[in-house]
Every structure is written in C-alpha cells, then in structure tokens.
C-alpha cells in the first residue's frame, strides 16, 4: 500500500540546489472549484501539512453563489456567495492554512469560461507561490460536476507549464517581474474508489452500545441525511439511502423479518409492538423524530424483534445495504428477499473494510493519506460551513466520523522534468519520494 504522509521538519536535501535549500518550508496548492472542495477532498491531509510546518495555499474558483442554502437563518440567495466564501476562509484558518483565494468565476459557469486565460491565472499562482506539491481534480471532477472538471484540466495544464523548463524562456507579457524557476510541482488529483464501509453499521454499532435509547435533534437528523447523501456522493459509503414515507397504520418492519435497514424518523410518530409465542401483543413504546429503530437487528445480523407500526404520517431517512428488490416480499416466510435476507443467511458477502489499492491498468496506483490524527481539526472545518451542513464537532461519535472521513486518496500525475530529475523519479529502488525543498512525500509498501 502506497500511503501520502505529510512533509517533516527537516528542509531542503543538502544536494538539492534547484529548490533554494536554506531550509524553505514546504509549500502545498490547494486549487478547487468551490468553497467546501477543499475539506471534502483534502481537508485533512491539508491540516496534517499545516501542522508539520508547510505553507499552504487555498484557492477556491468561485464562490459557490449557485449552491445549496440549508439554513435560510445563515445565507440568502443575494447574499450567499459572501456567506460562502467567508465560510471558505474559516474552514481553512481551522485547517491551518496561510493564504486563500477566492476568484470570481460564477459557481457552475467553469466549463465555459476562457479556458486559456484560467490556466493563465493558476500558472500565475503557481510562479507567485512556488510549491511543492498541488492538489485538484482529475478528469473525472471526483464524480462528474463540470466545474471540477474545469477547474482540474487547468490546474493540470498550468502545472504541465510551468513544470516544463522551456516555458521559462518567454514568460507571458503579465509574468515579466515573476520569479526564477523552481523545482517542477508534483500533482496529485483527488481520488474517489468506491468503498464499502456502510454508515447503518457504524451507526448501529454504537447505538447498541449505548445504556440510553439516543434521540437526536432536528439538525442532527438534518445533518445525518446530508452527510449520507453527500458521502455516497463522493463514494465515501457504499450505503443505499432514500426518504421514505409511511401513511397512518401502515406497517414499516415486521418481527421476524430479515433486517437490512436502518430507519431514523425525520417526522412523525410510531409505535413498536411485539408478539409473543402464544401470539399475544404487547405495546412497548412509542417513537418519534431523531429516534432510530432497526439497529438490534443490523447490529446482530438477525431478524427483527418488533413490529414498528405508524401511528401518523411517518417519514423516515432509510438507510440499507443496497437498492431495495423491487418484488421484494414482506415477514418472516418471504421468498422473494433482497439484499437483507442475502446478508442474513450468508449468501452475500458482508461488506468490510475497503481495499482503496485497487489496481490501476492505465495509471498509478492510489496513494491514501490516513487522516485520523485529525479528524477533529477536518471536522471543525465542516462545520464552518453552516449554509450547507448543519453539522457540529459533537453530533457523532469520532469513530463513526473516522469511518466516513479519515482517509484520502489521490493520484499521482506525471509532471515533464529535466532528464537527471525523471530518471530520479522512475528509479524502481526509491522507497521515499522527496519533494522539494523537503520530504513531502513517503512511499510505504
């Protein structure tokens, strides 16, 4: 396994003159295409760097004008965008982060911009602020939005520039007073394998852990449904999720059933009733928003133990192990059964730990950077962003955060060098990459 670790305190290599030595800190770029990109990407290889020394650098292309607003209390339309990018500059103060841009660009807009004059302004960037290592989106934009694209086949081509030596031989009229060349960029693009870490576990896990029955607040039920929404987004959880709605008296579970949800209710009331060998039933509690239901059964891999019946209009954030079989039957005698009775009676494979080393045919193979040391500091900066998630450092457990949230993965892409320094890098016996002016990168097999 390949791991990205942060840079150490010991400077430039003594033989290494191309970089300036003298000890310079290290010097990462960040170059996304909205506020939140940088947390949600690299929010804690980010916070590792900051704290072993290195500067970085933070740019946001737009100001996310064009997003989401999940508290009208926080942001309007009008004033989103300012809301947005004074957001950007808390989540990176929390990350420890020395300088952040925010451009301009209109939030949906990057594909059609002058693409010529956007890599101009990232070569700009990067002859101004001279670093190391930059971060940014692959050709796939993480998971298809234009924008990333946009923003990443810039950053890509202005590192491709300025990291090869004959574009230093006629700098554009606008650099004329730019600095002398440095030691070309590596460039990592932000990765998103699928994995199959399942959130209903986690959850149900540490709900039946706990000696109290847990009844979150209406922004912890808020929270859980954007954080499950955006994580499967980026492929962060291999969870099925919907909003499902349950008229009056209609049954949600049923005891005995295969369990492969994990219900939290997000509005209305029910009742959990269970049944006895005699067939006798006995009422044992009603429940209501933020409460879970289903965890006895996920946690444990058995069948339901109660019937949960809604009492009003129910509607619950349903999370399960796949897609629901659309000819799925109900009960304990059902036939046609999806992916609750596949895990039940062992015919599919439980989900585990994910291999985020999967091979890579066409190109490098991933490097993960472990983030858990701090996953605090990336979470703290979540949080600065109040207009899209209403999110506190307290709502879930750390593991359950660390689960979602405490690794990173990037590619590496090959960046045009000098003969003497390519063949450095393509050298098979090198087992730590240093990155000028100091070791920005570990290579662990």
Known sequence: MRRLSAPDRTGARADDASSGGGGRRPRMLAVFAHPDDEVFCAGGSIAQWARAGAEVMVVSATRGEAGQIRDVRVATRRTLGDIREAELRLSCHRLGVSQVRCWDYLDGTLADADFGRLVDRVVQVLREFAPDTVISFGPDGGYGHPDHVAIGAATTAACHRVADPRAWLEPP???????????????FHAHFPARETLLMDRLASWLTSRADRFAGSSDYVHALLLIAKEAGTMRYLSDHEQVQWYPPGSSVVEQGEASGELFIILSGTAEVWQEDGRGCRRRLRVIGPGEFFGELGVAANRPRSADVVAVDSLTCLVLSRGEPT???????SARLTGPARRALDGTQEQPGRPDTTEAHADGPDPLESDVSDVIGQKVSALCAYRTQLPLEPDMFPRQVLVEIFGRECFLETPLPADPNAAAATQSPERDHDLVAPGRALEVQR
């Open 173 to 187: 009229e606008q650099f004329i007073a730019a600095p002398a060349p440095y030691t070309p960029v590596r460039l």
């Open 326 to 332: 659309k000819f799925a039957g109900r009960g304990p």
